[in-house]
């Protein structure tokens, strides 16, 4: 621990609206404007390679910092956490003026320094980078949680704490340009939905796992129980076809396809979302239907994409001998879950809705319009 003076707190919020698909994870990108022909005006919108500045907001789970509809940049956060290193929470011994923490990391891509800031509680709440080289903002938000993960987690694990990280900013320091993680809201929508008699016991068990998915606030997990529920549907397929097939009935193979462009998109999603329909934005199509999977089949997407992707996952935690054997601070990045996490929600509203026609969105028709009854 050391004592010097913390950085100036500003705040710098704005409230938003959904820019992506609702409830997943993003990033908000501020560009500086310079004066006349300052050449800081042609930096690339990702960054370019310099030195940055990376900054961790912690909270307490299940207490947000700010309400869901706002951001702001970590100058105007304090953050939280249970981890008490200054007072009045915590004297430190032989140094009881201090009010910081200083972390060292050292990985493969050199040795990073952090400096942790407490709130006015005395509870550790940020976690600032020295500036370091990186090619860019998405690969300096990299380095820096490779090199800052372990240290947290050797906390946690220690002291039987949960040290959730709220919010990351990244910052260009040659142009000051700032990247700021964030989760899309939810939509508040009415209570309007078709009353059931008595759902199929099948379809609770999804219904159920989806919104145990929704709760969560970890993108890793709520892609397990996305990907869970697929592998259950395709699973409740095949079972079908065997019993079908031993009582002389085909049943042809459900085919979906992925739609091939922006308007084709819309009008899929405007089928599986009621509330949203005709709500969607350039970033929402994106992040439904990467344009790289576009017109492929659903079952082609699942097996060369999302399958590896679960795969990989569970590699992070063990090999075929049961024994953890890498480092999940290393390896469970949740970059490509984020990228795939909304597609991969829609693939399962896409299968309940062919699969339990008379359980979900009944009242649904495929151009999005309501059937009224």
């Known amino acids: 621990m050391s004592s010097s003076s913390k950085p100036p707190e500003k705040t710098t919020s704005a409230s938003i609206n959904l820019i992506g698909m609702p409830g997943e994870p993003g990033d908000l990108v501020a560009i500086n404007r310079f004066k006349g022909t300052d050449p800081r005006n042609n930096a690339p919108l990702q960054g370019a390679p310099g030195d940055y500045q990376v900054t961790f907001v912690l909270c307490r789970p299940g207490y947000k910092l700010l309400p869901e509809t706002e951001v702001s940049f970590a100058t105007g956060l304090t953050g939280d956490s249970h981890l008490a290193i200054t007072k009045p929470a915590f004297t430190p011994p032989g140094n009881p003026d201090a009010d910081q923490i200083k972390i060292y990391g050292r990985t493969e891509d050199g040795v990073f320094t952090f400096t942790g800031y407490p709130n006015k509680k005395g509870f550790l709440g940020k976690l600032i980078s020295d500036p370091f080289k990186a090619l860019d903002r998405q690969d300096a938000k990299r380095k820096a949680y490779r090199a800052l993960a372990p240290s947290l987690s050797n906390w946690s694990v220690h002291l039987d704490i949960p040290l959730e990280v709220f919010q990351v900013d990244c910052t260009e320091i040659s142009t000051g340009n700032s990247q700021v993680s964030h989760t899309n809201p939810y939509w508040e929508v009415p209570f309007a939905i078709t009353p059931t008699a008595e759902l199929k016991a099948n379809f609770r068990g999804y219904a159920g796992l989806y919104r145990e998915a929704l709760a969560s606030s970890s993108t890793v997990y709520r892609f397990l ?121 829609c693939i399962v509203r896409r299968m309940l809705k062919n699969d339990f026609p008379g359980d979900f969105l009944s009242y649904l028709r495929e151009d999005g319009t309501i059937i009224a009854g």
């Open 225 to 345: 129980c996305f990907y869970k529920i697929i592998e259950g549907l395709r699973a409740r397929r095949k079972r079908l076809e065997r019993d079908a097939k031993k009582k002389g009935i085909a049943i042809g193979a459900t085919v979906e396809t992925l739609p091939k462009d922006a308007p084709g998109i819309a009008g899929w999603l405007n089928a599986i979302f009621p509330i949203l329909s005709g709500r969607w934005n350039p970033m929402a199509i994106d992040s439904s239907v990467p344009p790289e999977v576009r017109g492929q089949e659903i079952s082609d997407v699942i097996e060369k994409i999302l399958k590896p992707l679960r795969g990989n996952i569970a590699h992070a935690l063990s090999d075929e001998s049961e024994e953890l054997t890498m480092n999940a601070d290393e390896l469970l990045h949740t970059q490509q879950v984020n990228k795939w996490l909304g597609l991969t929600k």
